[in-house]
Structure formats: C-alpha cells, structure tokens
C-alpha cells in the first residue's frame, strides 16, 4: 500500500517562514510528478507547486518568489519552503505523488494534509 505524509504545518505568524515535508513510501516503481495543493475553508483545492522527476518546477501565481519545491528523488520526498507567508496562505496543504507501483500501475496518490494557518 502507498502511503503519501506530509509533515510540518504548522501555526506563523505574517511574515514567517515554514518547510514543509512530504514522503512517499510503498510498494513504489517510480514517482513522476510530484507537488503541493492547498484548501481554504470553502474553497476548491489549488495547486500550489509542482516538480518532475528532472526538476522542472511549475508555481502558481500567488506564491511565485515566495515558495519553493524540491525533492530527493532518492528519498521519494518533496518538500515545499514557504517564506513570507500571508493570512491568504492559510489552508489545508496536500501533497500528491504519480506515482508507478508493482501492483497497479500509474496513478496519483495523496496525503492527508497538513494544516498551515498563518496569523496577524
């Protein structure tokens, strides 16, 4: 079973910094795509930040030159740095893995979330 845990949210104030940690471990082949998603309270899950196998990266707008991705392939962890968080940064951060397993193939799995909640 593939199991996807994310780690290190936590409470900021404005301004703050925080690392988060993803690890993927499993019954895994390989891991394409990897990345950070984000739910606020009544809001749809958006991406945040993604990474490919070669490095490749891919920000949303509102986090560009503030966050950053990176993984260690050899670990099968991502891990997203966030710095000068803002109140609108405040949500549930998710983090998704396609991953290739032994047993089913291809298929995105995702963690259970991690609450970041930044304060004023």
């Known amino acids: 079973q593939v199991q996807v845990v994310e780690s290190g949210g936590g409470w900021v104030q404005v301004g703050g910094s925080l690392t988060l940690s993803c690890v993927v471990s499993g019954p895994i082949k390989s891991i394409a795509d990897m990345g950070w998603y984000r739910q606020a309270p009544g809001k749809e899950r958006d991406m945040v930040a993604t990474i490919t196998t070669g490095g490749s990266t891919n920000y949303a707008d509102s986090v560009k030159g503030r966050f950053t991705i990176s993984r260690d392939n050899l670990k099968n962890t991502v891990y997203l740095q966030m710095n000068s968080l803002k109140p609108e940064d405040t949500a549930v951060y998710y983090c998704?893995?396609?991953?290739?397993?032994?047993?089913?193939?291809?298929?995105?799995?995702w963690g259970q979330g991690t609450q970041v909640t930044v304060s004023s």
């Open positions: 998704n893995a396609y991953a290739t397993t032994w047993v089913r193939g291809s298929y995105p799995y």
